[in-house]
C-alpha cells in the first residue's frame, strides 16, 4: 500500500517473526550464542527467557534457519500442555520409528538405545520447547530423565527450554530444583535501549528499501516511539507500520510526531475507555454512598425526633391522667380528708389548694430623666466696687483668715 510512497521494496515491520530482519541487539546476541553454543556443545538443557514481544520466537527461527546443519536433527513442540509419555512418543515420530511398548519405562530404554546410533553416527537431536512457562511442573520434572541419557562425556539429547519469565519463577519451586540446576546456560532477553530503538527501526528501513529511499521518520517521531514502545520490538512494529499507512492516507511524509500520537491513541481506545468507565463508576459509587449516608443519618434523626415526642408527650398524658385520678388523694394531703370517708371532697374544691399562689410583681417604676440645659459659660461677678470703708473690711475679712489679723482689721 505505502510501499511505493515511501520507496520501499517490502514490508520493513512485519507482525509475524522474519529471521531476515533480526537486529542483533546485545542481548538477541547474546540469547542467539547461547543457542548455538549449547547445542554444539552437547550441554543438555538450554534455556532462553524474555518477556511477551521482546524477539525470542525471531531468534529461534533465525537458528532453526542459519544454524541447523546436516548433522543436527530438531523436534519442536508446540503443544506444551502433555504428559512426559506423550513427548516421548513425539520424539519417537519425528525420528521415524515406531514405538512397540506404552510403559513409560521401557519407551525410555528404547529411547536410549535410538539416542546412541544416532550418537555413533554423528547426529545431534534437538528437542525445542516453546512457550515451557505452560509446561504442567510434572511433565517439567519427569524432563529431568532425559538428561541422564549420556555417555560418559556427553548428552545424547539437548533439550532447549524458551519461555516467559514466568519459567524462571516455576524452576524456583522445590519440587523443580533438581531440573534447575542442570540448566546449563541460560540468556535473558531485556527492552531495547533509546539507541537500540532507533538502530532497530533505521535497520529494517533499509534492509525493504529501494536505492532511492529517503529517511522515513523524522526525529521527533523516533523520540515518541522510543517512549511509546518501551523498547518492545513488537510494539515498536506495531506503531511503524500503522503510522506508514496514516501517513500515506494522509500524503504526508516523513512520519511526524503528530502522526504517532494519533496512530497509538487509536491503537489503544479500550485502555483509554477503561480508565473513563473506572473514573465514572468510582464516582457514581462515591455518589451512591453519600446519598446512603445522607438518608441513614436523616432517617435517623427524623426517628429520634418522633421518639422523643412520642415518649414525651406519652408521659404528658400518663401525668395528666395520675393527676386526675389521685386528685383526692392529693388534695387529703393538703386538706386533712380521710379518702376512706363518704365525706370526700369533689376536685373542684380541691383544685384551689392545689394550686401555687401566685405572687404578682409590681412594675418596676418609670423612671423619669429631667433634662436641664446648662450655660456653656457662667459669667463671673463683677467685683464689689472697694472704695467704701466698711466693705474693704469685709473683703478683707474673707481673703485673710487669720485671727490675728481679723482682731486687727477689727480694730478701730
Known sequence: MYLDFFNLKERPFHITPDPDFLYLSPYHKEALGVMIYGVDQRKGFIAVLGEVGLGKTTIVRTYLKKHVHEKLKTIIIFNVNVSFKSIIKTIYKELGIEHISNDTTELIENLFLILIKEFQQGFNIVLLIDEAQNMPSKTLEQLRMLSNLETSKDKLIQILLVGQ??????????????????????????????????????????HAANDNYTHAFKDNALKQIVKLSKGIPRNINIICDNALVSAFGHGKKPVTKKIINEVFKDLSPAKHT?????????????????????????????????????????????????????????????KGTDISSDNIPSAQDLVPALKKPVIQKEPPEKKTHIY?????????????????????????????????????????
Request: charged content about 35%; overall charge positive.
Open 372 to 412: 436641664t440645659i446648662k450655660p456653656k459659660f457662667k459669667p463671673k461677678p463683677k467685683p464689689k466696687k472697694k472704695t467704701d470703708p466698711d466693705d474693704l473690711i469685709d473683703f478683707l475679712l474673707e481673703k485673710y483668715s487669720d485671727k490675728n489679723v481679723k482682731k486687727e482689721l477689727q480694730q478701730p
Open 165 to 206: 519469565p514466568e519459567l524462571e519463577d516455576k524452576l524456583e519451586k522445590t519440587d523443580l530444583r533438581q531440573l534447575k540446576q542442570r540448566i546449563a546456560v541460560k540468556a535473558t532477553l531485556c527492552p531495547l535501549s533509546k539507541k537500540h530503538t532507533k538502530d532497530y527501526i533505521q535497520h529494517r528501513l533499509k
Open 274 to 334: 477503561k480508565k473513563k468507565n473506572w473514573r465514572l463508576a468510582f464516582i457514581f459509587i462515591l455518589l451512591v454512598a453519600a446519598g446512603s449516608i445522607t438518608w441513614l443519618y436523616q432517617k435517623n434523626v427524623i426517628t429520634s425526633i418522633y421518639n422523643d415526642l412520642k415518649q414525651s408527650v406519652s408521659i404528658n398524658l400518663y401525668q395528666k391522667k395520675t393527676n386526675k385520678e389521685n386528685l383526692p388523694e392529693k388534695a387529703s394531703k393538703y
